[in-house]
């Protein structure tokens, strides 16, 4: 088994204000994914993000720090799931079906080298 | 995140109904006046939910976390807005130390049942605020809906086969009346209330029957539209101030009307008349809670117009078939209903009573009697129900013609079609 860092991005939403009634049936989505998730023993951790686009940093000796690696600020949805799978492949067929895929989102899905 | 949680974290409508309690508490700390200040702190939380649940779970008392969070949002943006209003220092101190006394978080309890007294009566006292002579009426529903209700501008606008454009400025002209008449947060207080209710309920009545007659637009969101107006008109008929046998009746007609919501259109959206559905698919439960209702209504010293629409609603109800409604009862109804309230609607609906009782001949008489009504020169009922009598006793080319009528004054399409289906229908009759 190994684990793999699912990071969640995205666009800001530019549509204006979801409903309450919206919202809640967004959050009863990811609920529901990372229930099932969780039941079949697949997840091994997640968390949200901060709310600023972060920086990035370059430089050995002078280190500059830029905004990054995305430049809008607000994102309606970042955060990370930590997956357990056999490999690469289940993983990402795991990643499919999570609903910040459908949302528009984008998810950036890597492998957690092992020791 | 890798812990046990419970499945069953959200509730239906958690957000919504939360949303309109916490609105209305805000609102009785900041007053009417900056209602926009109580949603946006709501918004707020429920924006930071949408943020934070999906990676950390729900939390065990998901409603207390978001009143916690928007009344933490509600400082918030006090305090911004503090700064930038020197000589309202001592206002917005006397906002937060209102706002401070709000309790931190409010109790755990399932969201169908009133929680403690003071956010029933939070609430309560929203719809009063919103329902208030000085808003105009257009926009008393659209109020209620967004604020207690907790229905956004999108959701009420399917509800009402509206432009959200028209919604949202309904909403801003309401709000603006609320600050230029300064009209304060109601009090549930036995003494202000008698003069109130009957916009209370004629609003509420208004909400349910937008929501049931339009057959256009969201099924699910104008469904929900008279779930709301039932559950406010419960809320009213429960608390001991404001509890009244009229309400119950209200609630009593709520109950049996929407007992019906699942058989009024089939799967294609085609409407389906009440000789057409299928009773067993009515609502039984809900039907029984229109009899508690009714039950409790009785205990009234006068009828209103709403206990005969309740009977009404409840001979329909009952009636195992449609051929075994009791329409000599329903007919007496009307026959009262028309005593109370005298109004051309309610003549033509007897009229269908009449005819069902005395045969179409009798039912265009009673049609006659109703003589040249402005009000339903746009009805598209009246032409309809012409039309129907017409076909009814054989006369095919009146009935043609009426139903050109309707057809040309309906204003839904399931309307329309079931109006050209019928006219199809005589069309290859001949005659």
Known sequence: MAQFLMLLHSEPSGEGTYTPEEIQAVVQKYQAWSEKMGAAGKLAGGNKLANDAGKVLRGADSVSVVDGPFAETKEVIGGYFILEASDYAEAAELSKSCPHLAFGGTVELRQIDGM | ?431
């Open chain 2, 1 to 431: 995140m890798s812990e046990a949680r419970d499945i069953d974290g959200l509730v239906d409508h958690l957000f919504r109904h939360r949303s309109g309690a916490i609105v209305s508490s805000l609102t009785r700390v900041f007053g009417p006046a900056d209602l926009a200040l109580a949603e946006d702190a709501v918004q707020d939380a429920l924006e930071k939910a949408l943020r934070q649940w999906p990676f950390r779970g729900v939390p065990a008392n998901p409603g207390g976390w978001l009143f916690t969070v928007a009344r933490n949002a509600a400082l918030d943006r006090l305090r911004r807005r503090g700064t930038r209003r020197d000589g309202e220092s001592s206002v917005v101190e006397l906002m937060e130390a209102r706002l401070a006394r709000l309790p931190e978080h409010a109790p755990e309890h399932a969201p169908e049942h009133a929680y403690d007294c003071e956010i029933v009566d939070d609430q309560l006292a929203m719809i009063f605020t919103c329902c208030h002579p000085g808003i105009p009426a257009d926009a008393r529903i659209a109020l209620t809906l967004k604020t207690v209700g907790g229905f956004g501008i999108r959701e009420i606008a399917a509800g009402f086969l509206a432009g959200e454009s028209t919604i949202a400025q309904r909403l801003t002209r309401a709000k603006r009346r609320i600050r230029e008449a300064k009209i304060p947060f109601a009090r549930v207080d036995p003494e202000l209330l008698p003069e109130r209710l009957p916009s209370v309920h004629d609003v509420l009545y208004l909400m349910f029957n937008e929501g049931y007659t339009a057959h256009d637009g969201d099924h699910l969101v104008r469904r929900d539209i008279c779930a709301e107006a039932l559950r406010l008109a419960e809320l009213i008929a429960d608390h001991p101030v404001t509890g009244t046998p009229e309400a119950h009746a209200l609630c009593a007609l709520f109950c049996f009307q929407a007992a019906r919501f699942p058989t009024r259109q089939d799967d294609a959206g085609a409407l389906l008349l009440l000789a057409d559905q299928d009773r067993a698919a009515w609502d039984g439960s809900m039907i029984s809670r229109g009899a508690v209702r009714l039950e409790l209504a009785a205990a009234a010293d006068r009828l209103t117009p709403f206990h005969i629409e309740a009977g009404i609603a409840s001979c329909h109800a009952v009636a195992p078939s449609f051929e075994a409604t009791d329409w000599r009862a329903i007919l007496a109804y009307y026959d009262r209903l028309t005593a109370l309230r005298d109004s051309p609607v309610v003549a033509l609906n007897r009229a269908v009573a009449v005819a069902m009782c005395d045969g179409p001949a009798a039912g265009l008489a009673a049609l006659d009697a109703l003589g040249d009504c402005p009000q339903l020169a746009a009805y598209y009922l009246l032409p309809a129900t012409r039309g129907e009598f017409n076909r009814r006793l054989g006369d095919h080319a009146a009935a043609r013609r009426f139903l050109t009528q309707a057809i040309k004054l309906a204003h839904s399409d399931p309307a329309r079609r079931f109006l050209k289906q019928r006219l199809d229908g005589l069309q290859s009759h001949g005659s």
